[in-house]
Structures are given as structure tokens and as C-alpha cells.
């Protein structure tokens, strides 16, 4: 008897979210549509971000800060380019 009055709370919630539902515009089903798709990308982005974090890329940004050259924009490892003057650059000779 339990599961019954638990099953008839259900479907009569259920139909009054599907009547609600068909009231709705079209713009805000597709609006709702689009925040839970983003939420679904955003929540598989972020999954695989955490199953990579121990890969390759990481450790390469984690060796060194990469900087744009001020001259002509090439991005290099802090350590392997030119500081003068404030600025960084590339190499020697774009620093001058
Ligand atoms: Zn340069």
C-alpha cells in the first residue's frame, strides 16, 4: 500500500512537471536545453582536465612561465628569453 501512495505521488508530480513543461515558450526549453548541455560539457571538461593533470602538457607549463616576446610576440620559456628594460623578448637580438 506504501509503494502504491509513493507511486501516485510520483506520476501526479511527474504530470504536473510534463503540464508545466508543455506550457513553457520555446525559447525557454531551448534555453534550458543549452544550461544543461553546457553543465554536461562543463562536467566532462573538467573530468577529463582532473584525468590529465599527471599528463605531458602539465609538466611542460609546470617547467617554466611562458612569456610573449615584446618584438614579435613568439611565446618562450621565461628562463630562455631576455629581460631589458622592463620588457620581456624572445632573444638578445629582439631586445635591443
Ligand atoms: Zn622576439
Redesign the pocket.
Known amino acids: 500500500m506504501k509503494l502504491f501512495v509513493i507511486l501516485a505521488v510520483l506520476a501526479l508530480v511527474g504530470f504536473a512537471l510534463w503540464q508545466k513543461w508543455r506550457r513553457l515558450p520555446p525559447q525557454t526549453k531551448q534555453l534550458l536545453g543549452a544550461i544543461f548541455g553546457m553543465a554536461g560539457a562543463y562536467r566532462q571538461a573538467k573530468k577529463q582536465g582532473a584525468g590529465s593533470s599527471a599528463g605531458q602538457s602539465r609538466k611542460t607549463v609546470a617547467s617554466g612561465l611562458m612569456l610573449p ?1 615584446a ?2 610576440g ?1 611565446h618562450v620559456l621565461e628562463q630562455d628569453g631576455v629581460r631589458a628594460s622592463g620588457e620581456f ?3 638578445a637580438e ?1 631586445a635591443r
Request: with cysteine; charged share 0%.
Open positions: 616576446c618584438q614579435c613568439l623578448y624572445c632573444c629582439h
